[in-house]
């Protein structure tokens, strides 16, 4: 599985910079650039020092969405509290969940967000899983090269040499999923159900590959009957 960093409209070069020192200490390489062109700056460079290929090589687009056209599976960062959105993994969880992922998924996203303003709710709604780095201030702040390091210190395992996988991994099943889900909504005539559509979307970042194979012969069983 190939995690990929993606920065949505950072303002600062510095801070750019920092986050790319920071994936490169941690064994990551994939940074994607949302709606900035901080990167290309000469301070982004200085700062980020002997990881200046990962600047070099950082793929930029025009949005969030653009950005995760390729991406089986989003996390996305947050330090707010967002009522709508139920499941919520700290940095340690989410190693697990991604431990299990990418055994059956081939390109993972780890979104941050504006250094002032964090993500928007329609660019967390994109997101399978919100995360954030708990903490003890009455008002939460992390210089995003400082969170991108506190994630990618947590995540660094995931580097790690390991045995061979006995699932292959196949990308689009979570995206299969969602459409399916969609689409049966429809048939019952529930997709009005806003409340029922967001717990079934932001439920499935947190299924297990057995789970969703599982959960693929319910939808299909179902459509059958449907169809007759």
């Known amino acids: 599985m190939q995690l990929h960093i993606i920065l949505v409209s950072p303002a600062r070069p510095e801070n750019v910079g920092a986050a790319a020192r920071a994936m490169k200490t941690m064994g990551f390489a994939s940074l994607r650039i949302v709606g900035s062109q901080a990167h290309l700056q000469p301070e982004a460079g200085w700062v980020a020092h002997a990881s200046n290929e990962i600047l070099h090589n ?39 969940q991604l431990e299990e992922k990418r055994q059956w998924v081939n390109n993972a996203a780890l979104v941050f967000g504006r250094e002032d303003s964090g993500l928007t709710n329609e660019e967390l709604a994109l997101a399978d899983v919100l995360t954030g780095v708990p903490m003890m201030a009455d008002y939460p702040s992390l210089n995003l090269g400082q969170a991108v390091m506190v994630f ?50 932001q439920r499935l970042g947190l299924l297990q590959q057995r789970d969703a194979a599982m959960l693929h012969t319910l939808l299909h069983d179902i459509e059958k009957k449907l169809a007759k």
């Not at 969609?182 to 559509?197: G, P, T």
């Open 58 to 96: 950082a793929l930029h687009f025009t949005t969030l969405e653009e950005a995760l056209a390729d991406i089986d599976f989003t996390v996305a960062t947050t330090a707010r509290s967002r009522a709508r959105f139920h499941y919520y993994c700290t940095p340690v969880e989410l190693l697990g």
């Open 152 to 201: 990618c210190y947590q995540l660094a395992s995931l580097n790690q040499v390991t045995a061979e996988l006995p699932v292959e991994a196949q990308a689009g099943q979570l995206t299969a999923l969602r459409s399916r889900i969609d689409r049966l909504l429809v048939d019952v005539e529930a997709a009005d159900d806003q409340k029922l559509s967001d717990w079934l979307h």
